[in-house]
Structures are given as structure tokens and as C-alpha cells.
């Protein structure tokens, strides 16, 4: 009876489950098969633009390759050695997590300060919308271009504002930590307007009930920021933390046309530390054990985040 | 109609397929016939064949195949070239019948690194001719990514130009590698001397003919937003060009970080916090900014390159005779020196079109075509023979005349690991010229750098 039910040909396992038989010849199988060839490309694409090329970077920080001198060498963990005693990757290493750790951390706050300006109502508050996507919209290297000019000591309008309201002149782009605080600064006014949109954004879903009731218990503004706005928040300020946090890691436009990673090497980031080695001096082995110094970075900081994200879940 | 769920099997099955066919494509695409072999370690060329003699090749220049017709060629050079090319090239495609496509090469060393050895290293090249600079000339050379061309450009060329600016080809130099030339070059770039000779006709101020005048000279103009001298050093590259001007008068090798060397860093310091002559934010500004600076009338002497000449007199609003004058360089130590290098003409082996590439670099590098490109720009004034004898006693070549005869002249330092070497340079050079570090340890950290490039 149960053969009869499952259908001719099939056979029926202990249990009584229809066991499959012929699996491309069913309409199942087609099903199965259409939707494996459908998919085929799409991963077998990423597999080869993403796991290849991470396999192959492994490989090459394994040896000293160079094509201006070959022939390529097995060397282990010699560039790893190197990079140890190389103080422009140590320092680097150094700021670049400084500087997404501020940049984030700036990012944020102003973010949340930009999105709850924007959310008041006022007049012409859509042309301050629109005009607050202005730096956001612009080239990082026209940003850079410009702040380099407006920090520049003799020509530049911060020093000279500065020499006007205090009388003191400071080097800016010369002074190791000047320099840093310069590029800290770009980075932050060319990507706070994201935050602040998407801060407006989050703020539009927070009900108007919430703050009504936080005012008839007579909460003033700023414990009505404190109570209901930053709680209903603080999941996509993790999220987009995270976020900026791991996409500033690969930062290189900035700092080579602001900075040139000056001055010695103050301002160098990983990424510009890579791009120096393989295309300085086509050092490819090395600059291929300095891309994983960088995933080894990106990984502990996105792993720390992705814990930090959880607990505010489990939180909120 | 049954369903069939997707289930976690299923899918780790037909990932683990689409990794096997992703990395058999890999494979094949690597085994392709793309990868170009580098030419012969020196030690195995030395061996196999005796080392060329000192002359170049003697034998003339083997007739190249007959290049096509109907062909579009890629040139690259930088865009501000482009104008004095275009009669050469018209001429050419003429002749030939092809076209040739101008496209905007970039202007450094590194920039030419990133943009040409990803294509060169997979096996193509998206140009026929390529104007290549001294960073990354040897470098592309090295890794056998040019032709040779000892036996494409005739002897003729390669004698037009004066004793010692082709060193004998045997010499793995900034042309040329393991016995072949590799780069012709089309550009000399001197750092000259540029002051305001309006300003010291002024003043009654005779130009400097030692460090010390220069350190005096440069007091007196310093004042109300005027500075003695500037200089553009922002990184990668340009502090590494004005140390080792320094250090070409101290008569250092900057590379070994000698005592010379040390003089010259700590010169370049004293400008800056001792005499107070040139302004420190010189450590990030490039050539833009400081042509500007001396465009702005705040500038009194500068060096810069043989294209401030255009620079300047292109800037109609500003420039009047005796504005950018040219004298000789200050005399330090080994004397008013100046190092020269380049750029210069290449062709890569995985050009579209090789035979007619070889043609096209035949044309522009010829005796007949070098001073008409130098008439044109500046950029492509030259001490070539044929150079001088067309522009006579005009313009810039009375100024490479006069620095020649004043044996004002050495080459630019050499190492082959150029791009590293100069980068240990300009780090090191701006670690001390920022008081990071002290001038002793920035000599060891030289030394130490160097060393470690092997």
C-alpha cells in the first residue's frame, strides 16, 4: 500500500520515507539542478574573485617575489620578520587603527548630532538636508587636495584663523601628530553627512508617543535625548560603527594625496604601506605579507565589533 | 508538484564544485603563455656570453620588418606634451599610413609603476611606446617587460648624444640592463638655478656663489612674507630630489648615507630652523605649490626643473624679463653641482602592434625630429647634437650649455632598487628635517634600510 502511495519505481526506506531514485529525471531533480546551474556563476564568481586571490596572496607572502628580480624565492616567514623590524609598518599599524578608532568614534557622535539638527523642523531644512550630502558626494581626493591647502602653514585658512583669534601659528602638515589630527579631521567632515542621513533616518522611526510621555514626566531635552532617543538608536550606531570601522581600514586616497604618508611616517596607513611595496619598488612578496597584516587587523576589529553588536542586541 | 528544499549538503556539495572549477580556471589562466620571462641574471648573461664592449653595439641598426598600414598606435607621455608631439606624429602617420593615439602618461615614477605593471605583468600593454621615467625605466626593464633597443634605434641616434650621458651599455644604469639599452631618453632633466634677477638688480645683490652667500642672500630677502628660497618636498619622492641635489654639492653618495650626505640633510635643516631662509611647510608642499610661491612674489631663488621655463612664461599675466632667471647653483663643498636624470622612450614587449612600435620610436627619437620636439616644449630640450644645433643661442640650451662647461653636471644616484632606495630617503629625510629624529640616528637609519634591500 505505502509503494503504491509513494508511486511506481520508488522504494520505501525503514521508516517509510519515499527513498529518491533517478533524481535528474523527476521534476524535483530538474528543479534542483536549475537552481545549482543558476547559482553556479554567481559563487563560483566571488569564489574567484575573493577566495583565489586570498589564497594566492597567501602564497606570495611566503616568498620574496619580484619580477624586476627573480627568480621567487620560498623564504617562510621572512617578511614577517621584516615587518616586525620595519618601523614604517609598525608605526603604521599603530595609526591606523588610531585613526579609524577616532574617525569612527567622531563620526558617530557628530553623525547623531547632524541627523538630530536635520530631524527639528525649521525653515529650509531641506535645503540643509541636501546640503549636508554636499561633502559626502565629493572625491575623497579633491577633499584631500583641499585640505591640504586649507591646513598648508603659510596659505592655509585653519592656521591662519587660528594665528588671528590666538596669535599662534602651528605646522600643521609638518608636526607628526598635526598631521595626524589633519587627516583625522578631513576623514571625519567627508564622512560624518552619511552618519548624520542615516541617524535622520532612524530618528524619523522613533515615535513621537515616546518623547510626549518623557515630557509629561517632565523630561527636559537633554534627558529626552538621553532616555529615549539613544536607546532607540544605539542598534544602528553599533552597526553602522562596525561598518565605518572596517571600510576605513582600507583608507589609502586620503592619506596619499594629503599627506604622502608624511611627515616621515606619520600619517602612513597600512594600505598606503602595501600599495608603496607592490608598486614602489614591485616588492610584491612583501606587500602581500602586509595585506594580511591588514585582514589580521580588519579581522580582530570586526570580530570585536560583531561582539559589540550582539551584546546590544541581546540588550535592546 | 513536489518541492524539494535546498538543503545544507546540497549546497556545500555544489560550493565545493564551483571552488574546484574557480581554482582549475585559475590554474589554466596562469599557465597560460602571458607570463613574460625576465632576462638572464647578470651572473648567467656574464657567463654565457663575454661582456659587451664598452661602445654600443657597432653594427647598425637592423632594418626593421615593414610595419602594417591602417594601424592605430598608443603613445603615452604626459599631457602637457602632447601639443609638440603632434607634427612629429602627423609626419609619421603620413609616411606610414597608420594613426597614432595620444594618451596622458603619468607624471611620476610610482604613478607609472601602478598604472603599467599590472598589464605588463599579466602579458599586455594597452600602449605601443611609452615615455618612461628613471624609477620606473630600470625597474621594467629589469623584469623584461621592454624590447631591447640597441638594434631598432640607429647608431646615428645614439651618437648625437654627448659622452657620458649614455654610460657603456654594460653598465646597469637607468637606460640600460644587462648589455641591452633599453630607454632613449627624450628629456634632461637638470635642476636648475632659478632667481629673481630683477630683485637683485634692486638690491645691488650679486647672485650666491657659495653655500654661505646663498645663506647671506637669502637673509637679506627674508622679510614680510618673502622667504630666501623654498622648495616643494612633500612625499613620495620630491624630498628625496632636493636632498640629493644637496648632497651632488657636498659630493655624497646619498645611498651609503656618508658624511657628505650628513652635511647635506643638515644644510637642508639649517635653511629651514637655523638661518630661517625657507619656510618648513616646504616638507609638504609639491611643485605646484612652490611655483606658486614664486610665482606670488615671495620667493627670491629656487631650484626647480626645465619646465618652470614654460611655467613661467606661460603665465603671461605675471611673467617680465629678468622674473625667472637662471644662474649657476650655489657651490657647497665639491662645488656648484646639480644632478640630471629623465625620462625617456620605451617599448613594451607585449605591445599591440610591435613592428610598427619599433618604427614609430625610430621616428621620434631621430636626429631629424629631436630638435623640432624641443622647439615645442622644453620638456624635450636635450644636449643632443642635433638638439643644439637648431636652437643655436636661445632659450634653454644656453643654460645646459653653460652648466656643461661649468661641470656643473653629475648623474642622478643610481641603485637598483631605485623606488625603495629613494623612498628610505625621503622618510629618513623628513624624519630628521622634522626633528623626529636626531641627524646620527637618521644616518643609521639610512645605512640600516639600505642594507636591507639587499
Redesign the interface.
Known sequence: MAQMAAGKGATMDGQGRRKRRGRGT????Q??LA??LL??PA??LR??TA??PFV?TFYLALTNYN????PAQFIGFGNLK?MATD??VTSSIAFTILFVLISTLLELVLGLAVGSLLNKPFKGRGVARAANLIPWAMPMVVCALGF??MF????GIFPDLIWRVSGLRF?W????WG?RAAVIITNVWKSTPFLGLVFLAALQGVPAELYEAARVDGANAWQSFRSVTLPLLLPQATTMGLFMLVWQLASFDLIYTM????????TQVLAYNI??AA?????FGYASAISLALFAVVFVMGGLGLLLYRRVEVMF | MSQRKLTRRDFLKFAGTSLAAASAAGLLGSCGPNATPAPASPTQAAKATPVASVAPSQAAAKPTAAPAKGKTLVVAIQAFAHDAMKPVLSAWEAKTGNKVSLESGPATGQEMMTKYAPPFQSGTSPVDVLSVDDVSGPAFARAGWLMPLDDIIPQETWKDFPEGMLPPVDKDYFHSYNGKRYRVPHEFAVGYFWYRRDWFEEKKVSVPKTWDEFVTVGKAFTKDGVWGTTEGMKKPGLTFVYLAYLTAQTGGDIFKFDDATAQAFQFAYDLIYTHKIMPETVLAEDYTQQNDRYMKDTVAMMRQWPYFWDVARGNTAWYKEGRADIALPPAGPAGPKTWYGGWGWSVPKAAPNPEEAKDLIAWITSNANAPTLAKGQSWFVMPRKSILDAMGNTGLPVYMNQYTKAGCLVPRPYHPKQSDAETVVDDVGQLFLTKQMSLADAMKAGRERIAALG
Request: hydrophobic share 45%; net charge positive; proline share 8%.
Open positions: 523527476s521534476l524535483a531533480g528543479r534542483y537552481a545549482v547559482l553556479v559563487v563560483a569564489l574567484f577566495f583565489y594566492h619580477p624586476a628580480f627573480p621584516r618601523a614604517a591640504r591647502w598648508d602653514g603659510d596659505y605646522p602638515l609638518i608636526n607628526s598631521s599627506t604622502g604618508g608624511g611627515p616621515g611616517f606619520a600599495y608603496q608598486f614602489g619598488g614591485l616588492n
